[in-house]
């Protein structure tokens, strides 16, 4: 083989490698960035409490959201999962010995939208501490408050 003839297969292959290593290089980085973009969890515990989804169907979103605008001002959040569990948190204008009328108030309308199922209304504080959790009954349409 001639010097030339082997100079250019040294040099092609010294190109390839290269170009290998820098797509690998730079692809790969994109493509992990992408993936954790596509593949990130619906909740991460680093998520502040205001950036939760207000529900986990659009039945249930758009549910949560009319909670909190039909409340004029006495819920301040609201979520829906499951579309049979409902969380509210609850401003500082509701007074405690309101508290209970309003999970009432909350389970009938959630049965409404939600029917032929036992529904749960989780009712928190402003500090978003529990404070009473409400249970309907489709068989026997009681509620229960724990």
């Known amino acids: 083989m001639s010097l030339l003839q082997q100079s250019r297969k040294i040099l092609a292959a ?21 993936d954790r973009t596509v593949n990130s969890p619906v909740v991460n515990r680093d998520v502040a409490y205001g950036q939760l989804e207000r529900g986990d169907s659009p039945a249930a979103q758009s549910f949560g959201d009319w909670v909190v605008q039909a409340s004029k001002g006495l819920i301040t959040d609201a979520f829906v999962r499951d579309n049979n569990k409902l969380g509210v948190v609850i ?56």
Do not use: M, W
């Open 91 to 146: 401003s500082s204008k509701v007074p405690p010995s309101d508290v209970r009328a309003l999970a009432k108030s909350l389970v009938e309308g959630f049965h409404k939208n939600f029917p032929n199922q036992d529904l749960t209304v989780l009712v928190y504080a402003p500090d978003k501490k529990l404070i009473l959790t409400t249970q309907y009954d489709v068989q026997t349409k009681q509620v229960q408050y724990t």
């Open 14 to 34: 010294c190109v390839l490698i290269l170009v290998l290593t820098l797509t690998t290089a730079c692809g790969g980085g994109t493509a992990t960035q992408a």
